[in-house]
């Protein structure tokens, strides 16, 4: 049986961050330890991000055997719980939380917001503003870049279909007096579109006006038509008409 990989947001594999970060790794042992605050010389020489926990160490708890902070509103009214993030998620998070399906992109104050609500990290108060700014300039550096990219292709393109059309419109090689059919799909009653026939014609091609707009005349009694050079192909069937008088 195929072992199923192990979801990245469940509480096993939070946990596992939690204990690889050396600022998470001893609070949380000393949580689950039950021993009680610790003594200041065993953090007085740490980092300042665990010094950080170890001042809130009455706010944090175990639940789900992840480390968590009880973070209270300033009216006393909620208790959120906050998961205390390893710094190796804190750039993953901040992608999912502004850029991700449920993000919507949305404005700084917003997303500091919608962090507060689920994650907290030590000295997030004043680096976050740094973290979220870099991710912002990082995602606005790699849209530009697309954006560019989605330019430039769309230009190639563009220019592949103008000289494809420029050079089917100036090889067409009609003359004044040459025989051509006008394309005229017309729905007619009674009659499968697809069984129906398109071309009308022939008509006799008189002057042109520029390189893509022709004058025609299916009979000496009936009217020219100006018509653009794309509803035209040259006619095949012979130039004996009965409607030519």
């Not at 175990?62 to 208790?79: A, K, M, P, Y």
């Not at 089917?168 to 026939?197: H, I, T």
Request: aromatic share 8%; hydrophobic share 30%.
């Amino acid at each position: 049986i195929t072992a199923q990989p192990e979801y990245k947001w469940s509480p096993a594999a939070i946990r596992k961050d939690q204990l690889a970060d050396k600022d998470l790794k001893p609070i949380l042992e000393w949580k689950e330890a039950g021993t009680g605050t610790p003594l200041w010389p065993d953090v007085s020489d740490k980092s300042v991000a665990r010094k950080s926990y170890w001042e809130q160490w009455h706010s944090l708890s175990v639940e789900d055997g992840i480390l968590v902070r009880n973070w209270e509103n300033s009216e006393g009214t909620e208790v959120k719980k906050q998961v205390l993030l390893p710094r190796s998620r804190v750039p993953e998070v901040l992608q999912e939380v502004h850029g991700g399906i449920g993000g919507g992109h949305l404005g700084t104050n917003t997303t500091l917001q919608k962090l507060r609500d689920r994650f907290y990290w030590a000295n997030c108060r004043t680096d976050r503003h740094t973290d979220l700014d870099t991710y912002v300039g990082e995602l606005e550096r790699r849209m530009s870049a697309v954006h560019d990219h989605v330019r430039s292709r769309l230009q190639l393109e563009s220019d592949r279909m103008k000289i494809r059309y420029d050079v089917r419109a100036n090889s067409s090689g009609f003359q004044e007096g040459d025989l051509v059919c006008l394309y005229n799909p017309v729905r007619r009653k009674g009659r499968s579109p697809k069984l129906q026939n398109n071309w009308e014609g022939p008509f006799t091609l008189f002057c042109n006006f520029g390189d893509v707009v022709y004058r025609i005349q299916r009979n000496l009694r009936s009217k020219m038509k100006v018509v653009h050079l794309d509803r035209l192909t040259p006619y095949w069937g012979g130039t004996d008409r009965d409607d030519r008088s």
